[in-house]
DNA sequence: GATGAATGAGACTTCATTCAT
DNA sequence: GATGAATGAAGTCTCATTCAT
């Protein structure tokens, strides 16, 4: 999942041929399905979980109403894959940085950029899913075995306190939306100020704080 | 406003009851509209804003569909009325607090209670909020114009750093939240401890840290 | 309920006014309901129960799509409505003439005519009955319940054998049904000697056979 | 066409189970539609003509959605061809009774039974067909013709009034349904006692009354 | 002969909103 | 001020059918 195209909501079009239309086998049902993943991803994000249709994703990805429905079973599902996908993209970075850096010092300055970017591109989607894990069961569940999944990935990481673990996550991810937001610029908090607690929180950690 | 029923949502919203609601009052526009006010923050909690509908606000204050439309021009202006009472309620009972605690770690650990017990009786609200803020321009302008108030308000209890004061709101916020949800309960994190770091994070505040 | 329109049903028809549209106050709820029962036994009658949608019985009784779901929670329950005032209907029929018929051979004539006529007048409805009592729940709860006020209907008039009874009751039935499809007539037999049958059937019935 | 599972469908027709059907055999095209045709009668059975979709009967019988459409032009087609395959199977047993037993009392026991057997089985089934006939013309003629056809055995087996051939083949078919739906015990009268009945019908028949 | 991904019209249902009373 | 029957656009999901391989 990469960013999101800055293209506005279209209108419903007009039926395009009238039956019969040119059949546009597309490949594998993987390929189909990442299509649809991304295109939710960017629908979710455009408008909210409430504001697209599985319709419009389904067009925007190439193809027909029904087609959505053979990959995945209702909204919500291909919501949770959604979220799948952009968590382990951000975790996936995440490993790479703390494979590649060499200090702490270094490490939390680009854990913190690449978490920013990562969220700053995804400010709706991040909205919607706070909305979603107190309303629908289902998104719940998944959420709930996400952050298991994001505990695990700490512990691998070395950060063996749950605690100051389960702290550092909600923190750093909190921040992060805030700064995506634009929260704390329109509190008058410039970016880099921001950035800046960011990195000391999440060194501070690495450090064993 | 007061606290909304404990019982939490297991899937789609059931019809709503049969029968009419509490009563037919005739009463002030102001005791109306505060019903309506009351009956809506419940069904937000409870079902989440796109959960509920405005036919079903208007009958559970014991009104009719068309008398919501008397006194909101929309689905959202009631939401925003639903939220500046609750931010409201809580900044009262701050600076309530503010005003009668004598030493910083009295204040800080009675206002991490009230703040605590505020969110944890409306967590439902508070998702709903995020998402809306998202997507919904009124919405989002009516945020901004909150954070504002809790920003002076902040101001005139003494605490002047602009920039901490922001990060010390969103992170009692999130922590709150975080607590509420259950999240860090799940992460490994007992109360006990999460309420400890709230009343730290706080009292620092309060020591000018 | 009174015979179906012989009208064919016609095609969707173009979106009408484009909003704000003259708004029919059409009068009580009972009469709404009437009217929508009445529009939709027509159109199972013509298309059957799976031939028809919601939609084109609201259209069809002067409504929109919206206004059906105030008053039935779904299609079935609308085709138990329908289902059960055809039945009322028929009784009261039968009832009428047993209280002002004289002799068994009249009542007999007369019974198995208005019967008769009553079938005639809804082939497609009884067809989509049996399939409907033998695939949706909620649809053949309310047929049994319905079969046990017959067979009371059936002690009021003074006939005591429930087994006696429950065989005519489905011989008519059947007999009414297939004269009415004209199974009789394609397999060689005058409407005649099949309502002479009928006719035979109920009278020794009456006679206590 | 054997006998379908005696499960009753309880509600909505549940998702089909999501591992293919049994095997991905290559035969000859008679085999091929043979399991299509066993596919389909015991889904119509189940679940009902609108209940099933022609993907699950291809899958259900081993087939892809496309293979289903190179043996049969449409859905109904199937259908006629499953109904064709059940009265067939009927009336083979019923002229193989009646070669093989002495009395017309043996005989109509023993019709009875292989008849009540039959309806027993297929209850489902049958409660499609009427309402099929009543709405789609092209399974309103296949089941015309099969009448004729049904006449003419009656005829082969010795009977020759066609007006009382007719009312003995739709009451015993009504009666053998009534039993078969359970609607006879539930107004009171035991199996024993409606196999009676069933069983005079056809002896009266079979001596001439 | 078989596949199976794709289609797209359309059914069922919801709900924010209106307006005549 | 309140009512409440009615609206109608729109969203979720289904399924008979096609066709390129």
Chains 1, 2, 3, 4 share one sequence.
Do not use: C
């Amino acid at each position: 999942m990469t960013r999101p195209p800055s293209t506005r909501r279209a209108g419903p079009a007009k039926r395009a041929t009238a039956s019969a239309g040119p059949r546009a086998v597309r490949g594998t049902p993987e390929e189909t399905r990442a299509r649809l993943v991304a295109a939710a991803g960017a629908a979710f994000e455009h408008d909210g979980y409430f504001g697209t249709d599985t319709n419009r994703i389904a067009k925007a990805a190439g193809y027909a109403p029904g087609t959505f429905y053979k990959h995945f079973a209702d909204k919500a599902e291909i919501f949770v894959a959604v979220y799948e996908a952009w968590i382990a993209r951000e975790w996936d970075g995440v490993a790479a940085i703390v494979a590649d850096a060499r200090t702490p010092t270094e490490k939390a300055a680009r854990i913190a950029d690449a978490v920013l970017e990562h969220h700053r591109a995804w400010p709706g989607l991040r909205a919607s899913l706070r909305a979603l894990v107190a309303t629908e069961p289902a998104i719940r569940r998944a959420h709930r075995a996400s952050r298991r999944i994001q505990m695990a990935r700490m512990a691998e990481l070395g950060l063996d306190d749950v605690g100051k673990n389960a702290i550092l996550l909600l923190t750093v991810e909190r921040i992060a939306d805030a700064i995506a937001d634009g929260e704390l610029r329109e509190l008058g908090m410039g970016d880099d100020e921001a950035r800046g607690r960011l990195v000391a929180v999440i060194e501070d950690r690495l450090r064993g704080r």
